[in-house]
């Protein structure tokens, strides 16, 4: 919500739990909170038990448009509540977990797959050390999210698959070690200094090895000479002093590898795309009746030749039971916490399902001679199994019309009606329900009497839609040219309906696409006089048309998209809808005609996207500009002559009309004091959105209660029962007050000197006019006018000096032309 008042929001979920298919998962160190990104771009914090490890929702995150990709930490303090995420986008942002706002966002050009957080040497806090999409590694501040400097490559630069950094223990500097796509491994040591004003920084060292597309790098954190290189159909273990390869595992039959780490010099844990870990140990030698690691570099068979009974050996599996089908990969993540100065090592796994599971790797860490242990996980939990342990049940803004025996109706789409304080909301069985918006909150979120009725609350039920409503528009809200009684609907039955809201009456129904509507928009409002009372919808078909309220017929429909719309922008001054597709193309309609002007491809098609961002958006649909109301567009005469070329009668006399305008404009704004600013609008104390975490899921609506707006409308309406004596009595006001209240205008106090002057220069007027008359009167014809304007000017100067003396004891500003008007007037009615 824009602006600086208090804003408390309050969620209505309903019955269902949301969607949360997930795509990326974290736990904190202290192993107190869980975060889990989905695929539909939401971010869900859960509040977790370090001793039992049981879970619990407590907010949802709403910030990102694609799948969050990855989850990091954003400080090397404990206590410090802060995370970093990335989506596939390239948005990210640094959240805050106790309260949930976003305390920095940026979009970079830039896709991440991987974040490291490592603390570099000669730094305060943590870098953020990314790779993903693109031929270098960049190290970004997580609270500022500044890309502080770059890892460049010099030998076969390519996008880099998989990093890791260290810190070696007999040296002083960090160590990059990296893998690109075409299995070039790369070094880089970074000494603390670096910074974006620093010279490309190349790696020193690089070579090339058999390993394509790799998924993961790990280096062995207790000998740091092994490195765990994981691709999608085997795992290798590398010397990482010449990169020769020590032993390698296969993925199981059906299954592909997703990423491993070290649990010891002799044991690696590697899970795979079915959401299952495999745990082996590594392959030994017996020398001198002790068993000793083959890949233990110290000794001295270490780069001696694989034999059969080398390869390494499974010894158990974290796995689910039930072996369920995922839709998609799961994520999968090992966490090394520590609690109590007690190190635990858990492996989280966050599936298509919504399901978090957690097995504790230490128990099935101990290899059993000549077994194969399977393990399950010792939690299990997800929004859905939250929503059945609450008691009571999350509630829904309309789940007073729900009956216990009879299937409940799924909400598709809302829209909440500020100035009728109704809520409008669809439903998937095609009707449509019209509320008071205060009735349905009380009854949801407040106990008392009127929670016994046994009767549905007033309200309308529209039918009309023969299926799911999937969108509603109310044009009045967006502009007042709109009639105040019209609502809109969109349906999956391919029809736009038009209601009378005040009615329920269906006046019209538009039956002019081939798939279901997705959305209704309102076009600008310097648009032609008849697209103005027109509404632009877009269907499922790849179909947009402007369809008049007032004809009650389609007057456009453009149908020739050959990809889904994801875009639709305006040039109304050229009378061009400009429609965009998700594979890059832009259509270029003609509104007044329907006629397909050019089809753009390209970067000539970004740029006119781009033109048509002049006149900027507001936050209700319709167009408006910057400052005054033309300073957001180009210059009238670039339009005219445009218009011109293009033969455009609309366009020509759009922009004649806003020159002239401008000039206008320019002409009362030279005037325009402070006073002329506008008031400060009263906010609305309640606001009513729908919300959804996926297209599949039913409705919940996030009620947004400003303080502020509610204080003063609490106000408001017990001052107005109350009498002035009764507020005078109570010392809100004061007789004083009630007397300035009754002046129409501010005090100034050179009001009466301003007056005197001009009743002056009357009197100066009225001298030289005697003159004239004098000189022409040459047969005294206009002695008796003389005589009846002498008269007059008495009249006035008494008039002038009785104002006088009401300025100065009221002090009220009155202009030259209003004081000669009223005194005038008052003398000419005694007379």
């Given amino acids: 919500m824009p602006g600086t008042n208090l804003i408390v929001p309050v969620v209505l979920w309903g019955k269902y739990a949301p969607t949360h298919c997930i795509s990326s998962v974290y736990l904190s160190r202290d192993q107190k909170t869980l975060v889990t990104g989905c695929y539909d771009g939401q971010i869900c914090i859960w509040q977790v038990d370090p001793e039992t490890l049981k879970m619990t929702p407590r907010c949802l995150l709403v910030g990102h448009t694609a799948p969050v990709t990855c989850l990091s930490r954003a400080s090397i303090i404990q206590d410090n509540n802060f995370i970093v995420s990335s989506s596939e986008a390239g948005e ?311 009956h216990p025996d009879e299937p409940e109706i799924k909400l598709t789409a809302s829209i909440y009606l500020l100035a009728a304080n109704r809520l409008v909301v669809g439903r998937a069985d095609g009707s449509l329900v019209v509320v008071a918006a205060t009735g349905a909150v009380r009854l949801q979120l407040l106990h008392g009497a009127h929670q016994q009725l046994d009767d549905w609350p007033p309200h309308q039920l529209l039918l009309g839609h023969n299926g799911r409503v999937n969108c509603l528009l109310y044009p009045h809200h967006v502009h007042p040219r709109y009639d105040r009684s019209h609502l809109v609907s969109g349906g999956i039955d391919f029809a736009v309906c038009l ?141 005219f002559f445009r218009g011109l070329r293009h033969r455009n009668l609309t366009a020509m006399r759009a922009a004649t009309q806003r020159g002239l305008a401008a000039l206008a404009a320019a002409d009362r704004g030279a005037g325009a004091g402070p006073l002329a600013e506008p008031a400060r609008a009263r906010r609305a104390p309640l606001t009513v959105q729908g919300f959804r975490s996926n297209p599949a899921d039913p409705e919940s609506h996030i009620l947004f209660f400003d303080i502020e707006g509610l204080i003063v409308e609490l106000l408001s309406e017990e001052y107005s029962a109350m009498s002035p004596a009764s507020l005078e009595a109570a010392g809100l006001i004061t007789s004083e007050y009630m007397k300035v209240a009754a002046l129409t205008q501010s005090a100034s106090p050179d009001a009466a000197k301003r007056i005197s002057d001009f009743f002056g220069r009357v009197k100066d007027k009225a001298g030289d006019m005697e003159r004239l008359l004098k000189e022409k009167d040459k047969h005294g014809i206009l002695a008796k006018m003389k005589e009846g304007a002498e008269t007059m000017q008495t009249k006035l100067q008494a008039k002038a000096d009785q104002l006088k003396g009401h300025v100065d004891n009221k002090g009220i500003v009155i202009s030259e032309e209003s004081a000669f008007r009223i005194a005038g007037s008052f003398t000419f009615n005694n007379n």
């Fill in 92 to 402: 990210m942002c640094t959240w805050d977990l106790v309260d949930g706002k976003c305390r920095e966002s940026v979009k970079l050009s830039q896709v991440h797959t991987n974040i490291q957080a490592y603390h570099m040497c000669n730094s305060e806090d943590l870098r953020l050390f990314c790779n993903g999409y693109y031929a270098e590694i960049l190290i970004m501040d997580p609270f500022s999210l500044e890309i502080l400097f770059s890892l460049s490559s010099k030998m076969n630069p390519d996008w880099i698959s998989a990093l890791h950094v260290l810190r070696p223990s007999s040296r002083k500097d960090d160590v990059v070690l990296a893998i690109s796509i075409t299995g070039t491994v790369k070094v880089w040591s970074l000494l603390g200094h670096e910074n974006k004003q620093s010279e490309p920084i190349y790696e020193n060292e690089s070579k090339q090895i058999r390993c394509l597309n790799a998924l993961s790098l790990n280096c062995c954190a207790y000998n740091q000479r092994t490195v765990l290189i994981v691709c999608a159909k085997y795992c290798q273990i590398y010397d990482a002093g010449d990169f020769s390869v020590l032993c390698s595992i296969q993925a199981p039959y059906g299954e592909r590898w997703m990423s491993g780490d070290f649990l010891a010099p002799d044991r690696v844990l590697v899970w795979s795309t079915e959401g299952k870990g495999y745990l082996y140990k590594l392959p030994a030698n017996k020398l001198r009746g002790k068993a000793i690691s083959s890949s233990v570099p110290d000794h001295k068979g270490f780069h001696g030749p694989t034999v059969d009974h080398d390869s390494p050996v499974l010894f158990s599996i974290l796995a689910h039971p039930d072996n369920k089908l995922l839709s998609c990969p799961p994520a999968m993540r090992f966490v090394l916490t520590s609690v109590g100065g007690k190190q635990r090592r858990l492996l989280l796994r966050g599936d298509s399902a919504g399901v978090v599971s957690l097995w504790n790797v230490d128990d099935a860490a101990q290899p059993q001679p000549g077994n194969v242990s399977s393990h399950a996980p010792i939690v299990l939990t997800s929004l859905e199994m939250a929503w059945a342990e609450m008691n009571p049940s999350p509630v829904g803004i309309l789940d007073q019309f729900s």
């Fill in 499 to 639: 209601w009378d809201l005040f009615s329920g009456a269906l006046l019209h129904r538009f039956c002019v696409h081939a798939g279901e509507i997705t959305q209704l928009i309102v076009p600008p409002q310097n648009c032609s006089p008849r697209i103005q009372k027109c509404i632009c919808s877009v269907a499922s078909d790849h179909s947009v048309t402007l369809l008049s309220l007032s004809e009650r017929k389609c007057v456009t429909l453009a149908s020739r998209h050959l990809f889904p719309v994801v875009t639709i922008k305006w040039r109304p001054a050229d009378d061009f809808m400009v429609v965009g597709c998700s594979d890059g193309t832009v259509y270029v309609w003609q509104m007044e005609t329907g006629h397909l002007d050019r089809v753009l491809h390209g970067m000539i098609a970004e740029e006119v996207l781009a033109a048509c961002d002049e006149t900027l958006t507001d936050e209700l649909g319709g167009a408006m500009t910057s400052g005054t109301d033309l300073q957001g567009l180009a210059n009238p005469a670039v339009h």
